[in-house]
């Protein structure tokens, strides 16, 4: 092979490599680097940064919270996350190639971040773990090219500083790089390799002392993975591989020396089949680590975010056997003004589709106060979002904004400037927040405010009720009687009857309502629950709403009901094409 080629063929290699992971990324990770950007803020603020980088390992949490600031917009993620990828894999290449210069075994250069990439799949796993193992494949480059005229004092002396520096700036990734300069220099037959067991044993000295001094938990986040990993998940093997992979790799380099009589036409063919052995596992095991029905939550959560309601109505990853899911495709039906009337053109499942039981997770808190605050239960809005920024560790700017418009809905506009002055200090998010200064101490722009006059409408007299105390259907009560334009919390009232089957809060909802502000006419589905609590008596169905077109359905309805029965045969089958309508619902649901 010349010198040409030699120099060719890894470039090539590396923008391969680069472009099909880039790829890979964007196809099944999109909307998990549109979730990363909505649980953390980013600001622009030197006493913010530098309380951070005064952590160990506070650098790698700066450049992470810099560069996912930006994943909110499209293609960026995906992007940015390969050339992270790219650029470690080419500076372990120039590692590697110093132990032995195998191009044919270039691709293995990258299986450490391959892991890294699974690992990411799960948000539990911290971007800062694959910044941080990009800074040590830049460490260990400089350490090998900068200690090859070095004597051994100078190399260990080096070895010292960035093993330490490593660990203040990115956390346990320093015991990764300890281990591989000490592989390095034996493999490379370096004078007095052993003196290289130095920085390792001052890193083991130096992390048992933060231990013991309280800055780090446990001997896991000083010389393992759980400094990447969230504190509230187990740490399995598998977060080791990474690490593990990238000394095994450097064992395979120093071994490849012994097979340079193989022909090259061989050498070609391990190449290729490296790379098709790391496709293969890569993609297999991100599928398995994958769970798509937490996946499409995130998706839904970007969609509400931007407010793409069609995205989630036609999206075909929906699970209708899963709540959440169906609380945003509820939500969305709502926003989109069609949910009184076509709620059960989609599979219903009773009132917790519309707000499922709380389990105290962060991701309920992020879609609850975004249903609340829709509806116009601005003080249950609040508080779920105010337990999500605090549940989350650097905050969340979605939460923030919603912060910020429920403060001024009630009118507490010094702790609504507070959330606005610090959103001022993104990137993404400080034209919106100088946006609503305008709200400041005065009521008249609240109130002229198509969003936020709605909500302040449906505030009750006693602004301080904590909506928690009661249930949902008396929430939704007394905001109709305080605003009875409000559609939304019309919509969920009506879902809320509809979904329970509670004929007798229907019959005593439609005749308190109906011909009034709030209910001027019924939508189909409840006139359908009126023929079912009064079938017979069509006047009094008549005297309420309900049209000679649907009393003449319900006959039709029925006629086909009593024949399947009489007949002895499925009803639930004869009758498919009215799972539509309330009637299949109370007929056939749990």
Partial sequence: MNDVSRKIIPIFLLL??????????????????????????????????????KTIGGLATICAQFVIQFFKVPLIGSLTTA?????????????????????????????????QYLYLIKDSYHYEGLIALLFETLALSLYSYGTRKCNWTYRTCIGCLLTIGLFYTMGSVAMLFALSILLFDVFQKNERWYASFIPLILLLTVGSLCVLGGSKPDYDHVFWMKDYVAYFIELEPFYGFSWQVALLVMLLFFLSRYLDHVKTYLKALVTVALLALSGIYYTRTALQRMNKDFYTLMQMFHYIDTEQWDAIISS?????????????????????????????????????SLISAYQAHIEESFLFSQIYYHIGITSLAYNFAFGASVGITHGSPVMTKLLIKSHLIY?????????????????????????????????????????????????????????????????????LEENPRNKAALDYTIGTLLLSKDLPAIKMF????????????????????????????????????????????????RRRVLELRHARQAVATGIADYRPTFWYYLMFSK
Avoid at 39 to 48: K, M
Avoid at 321 to 342: E, F, P
């Fill in 16 to 53: 391969v490599c680069t472009c099909l992971l880039g790829l890979h990324l964007q196809t099944t990770q999109e909307a998990i680097f549109f979730y990363r950007e909505q649980q953390q803020i980013f600001l622009f603020d030197t006493e913010h940064v530098l309380n951070i980088l």
């Fill in 83 to 115: 050339l992270i990828g790219g650029a470690a894999g080419w500076l372990s290449w120039l590692t590697l190639r110093k132990i032995h210069p195998a191009s044919y075994l270039l691709p293995l250069a990258f299986l450490p971040i391959l892991f």
């Fill in 316 to 352: 075909d990853d929906l699970n209708y056997n899963n709540y959440l899911h169906l609380n945003c495709l509820n939500l969305a039906l709502s926003h989109k003004g069609v949910m009184q009337t076509d709620l059960f053109n989609y599979p219903q499942s009773g009132i917790q």
């Fill in 411 to 479: 009118g507490q506009y010094p702790a609504a400037e507070k959330f606005i002055s610090l959103l001022e200090k993104t990137w993404g998010y400080r034209e919106w927040a100088s946006s609503q200064r305008k709200f400041l101490y005065n009521d008249q722009a609240v109130e002229n405010d198509p969003e936020l006059g709605v909500k302040r409408k449906s505030l009750s007299d006693n602004k301080d009720l904590f909506a928690n105390i009661i249930g949902l259907l008396d929430n939704l009560m007394i905001l």
């Fill in 510 to 557: 439609v005749e308190r309502f109906s011909g009034t502000e709030v209910l001027p006419t019924l939508p189909e589905p409840l006139q359908q629950a009126v023929i079912s609590y009064a079938e017979h008596d069509p006047d009094y169905c008549r005297r309420y709403g309900v049209t000679d077109k649907v009393l003449s359905e319900f006959s039709l309805f």
